[in-house]
């Protein structure tokens, strides 16, 4: 007949509690400091960069005094990149997740191409810059546009949203499809007038987190030899551009502290930017939600 250990039992649970209690401990010690450092961040940005936010700074070129710079260029620099990204993104990016979730068979090929696509996604975007650069720039001719950059961040954010509109298109439930078959409806009338009507909170979630992504993105913009300093705006999307990452970096590296501050007040603006497409999401998620 076995007995139980009491005494042998209890120091061992006691060692166990000792040890989730040093690992809280160490994981909140570790998000206090994460939230410290940002706070510390947040709080040097907003005192150097708050006094410079006004809206002469948001409807001024940008100069080399600081009393007359601005981010208007860049900042209708930044809104024609997104009006680039946004549609060839979504859209390649949405179809290419409907084909291999609806249409593409279960084979190893598609398995492939799927781990694939999930690898794309962290990939650093330093090689989608050269990419761009090789492809868009010189390959195409199409020089430090907007169209380049805007297909170069383009390809940046597509696997992310492939990713996130599979998981969407796979969230829905089996028996609205097999419903909708019932009711004498094809692949495609199901997928467009059912799946994606019930996925499109998840899709819709994704690719603006993606492009919130993109429009705070520097590096590829530097590979693709975008100017630092540019006094005019854009015609069209064939024209040399700037945008709001570009002239925050500008500003950082001048030696008066002047535009120090107005490269804080710059970040100020970047971030009101993200908060508010961060805020649509969230807008969008919860008022399309739905339960099944």
Do not use: C
Not at 174 to 179: D, G, N, Y
């Amino acid at each position: 007949m076995n007995f139980i250990d009491h005494e042998s039992l209890f120091a061992r649970m006691k060692a166990r509690l000792k040890v989730n209690l040093f690992a809280k401990i160490l994981f909140f010690a570790a998000m206090m400091f994460g939230l410290f450092i940002l706070g510390v961040l947040l709080y040097r940005i907003f005192s150097q960069g708050i006094g410079y936010l006004d809206l002469q700074f948001l409807q001024s070129l940008p100069s080399r005094k600081p009393e007359q710079a601005g981010v208007y260029t860049a900042l209708i620099g930044s809104v024609l990149l997104m009006a680039v990204v946004a549609p060839v993104s979504l859209l390649l990016g949405v179809a290419t997740a409907i084909y291999l979730e609806e249409y593409a068979k279960d084979n190893r090929f598609t398995a492939f191409i799927k781990v694939n696509i999930s690898n794309l996604a962290g990939v650093p975007s330093i090689v989608f810059g050269l990419l761009g650069l090789t492809v868009f720039v010189r390959a195409l001719a199409l020089g430090t546009s907007v169209l380049a950059a805007g297909l170069t961040m383009s390809l940046l954010v597509l696997p992310i949203i492939i990713v996130a509109a599979q998981e969407a298109l796979r969230a829905v439930p089996v028996s609205l499809r097999e419903a909708s078959y019932a009711m004498g409806a094809t692949k495609w009338q199901t997928i467009v007038r059912i799946v994606l009507p019930a996925s499109i909170s998840g899709i819709l979630t994704g690719g603006i987190l993606a492009l919130s992504r993109a429009i705070g993105e520097t590096a590829p913009l530097v590979v693709l030899g975008l100017p630092l300093f540019l006094a005019y705006l854009p015609k069209s999307i064939f024209d040399m551009f700037t945008v709001l990452p570009m002239q925050i970096y500008n500003w950082t590296g001048r030696p008066q502290e002047e535009f120090h501050s107005l490269a804080a007040a710059g970040i100020i603006v970047l971030l009101i930017l993200l908060l508010f497409m961060n805020s649509l999401a969230v807008l969008i998620r919860n008022k399309f939600q739905k339960r099944y």
